[in-house]
């Protein structure tokens, strides 16, 4: 069975502190996974996508992931959290099931002043 | 700009009705998706479409039901058999439905009256 779990439902950093989101992940498949954002009533914005390729995958906004194989893990790094970083993070595995995705449950971000 | 737009962005249903929700993008994309999102939780599949006149039921379809008769238009209608139909509803295509990367409208709020 596919599943992806992330750590931590609730993370609170003080701004200019490194941002830490865990995520790990169960496959049969070599996996493809995905780290999306999702501002208080938006929709998903990708942040980054691991294919196979470099396992150090960077994003947009700074931020950046580590396929880890031997850890099943795939955890999102951001050496100085902003304001506006403040928002609700998911951890996403292409399930290779005609495009399915399989979501993790979800990290809130917050930031402090 | 391409992109997908969703709308309306807050919809009010009334006990017994059913309600249309639109979605369109003009990425050229074959693939579109419709998911669910509820508080605290990751979205789950409701339906997908792979290809024009062609779709397949995801994880939680009951109550719900859409067509797919453009490439760019896969509309959602929410029945009266959908008994708690108030959610999140996002709407995301991709270019195809193997590990391509999906990309999501600002989503559909749903309140039942």
């Known amino acids: 069975a596919q599943s992806v779990t992330q750590l931590d439902s609730h993370v609170s950093v003080s701004e200019g502190t490194p941002v830490l989101l865990r995520c790990n992940y169960s496959s049969s498949y070599s996996p493809s996974l995905f780290w999306y954002v999702q501002h208080p009533n938006k929709g998903l914005q990708l942040l980054l996508k691991?294919?196979?390729?470099?396992?150090l995958v960077k994003g947009i906004n700074g931020f950046e992931a580590e396929f880890k194989k031997s850890e099943t893990s795939f955890h999102l790094t951001k050496p100085s959290a902003h304001m506006s970083d403040a928002a609700e993070y998911f951890c996403?595995?292409?399930?290779?099931?005609?495009?399915?995705?399989?979501f993790g449950q979800g990290t809130e971000l917050s930031v402090k002043p | 700009d391409g992109g997908i737009t969703q709308s309306p962005k807050y919809l009010f249903r009334k006990e017994g009705q059913n309600v249309t929700l639109s979605c369109e993008q003009n990425l050229n994309h074959d693939a579109m998706y419709w998911y669910r999102q509820d508080p605290g939780q990751g979205l789950r599949l409701i339906y997908y479409s792979q290809i024009v006149n062609d779709f397949q039921k995801g994880d939680i379809a009951e109550g719900y039901s859409v067509s797919r008769e453009k490439k760019e238009s896969f509309p959602l209608t929410v029945t009266s058999a959908q008994k708690n139909p108030t959610a999140f509803y996002l709407c995301?295509?991709?270019?195809?439905?193997?590990?391509?990367?999906?990309?999501f409208g600002p989503g559909t709020r749903l309140l039942v009256l």
């Open positions: 691991y294919t196979s390729a470099a396992t």
């Open positions: 995301a295509s991709s270019i195809g439905t193997g590990l391509e990367t999906q990309y």
């Open positions: 996403v595995l292409n399930g290779r099931q005609g495009g399915k995705l399989i």
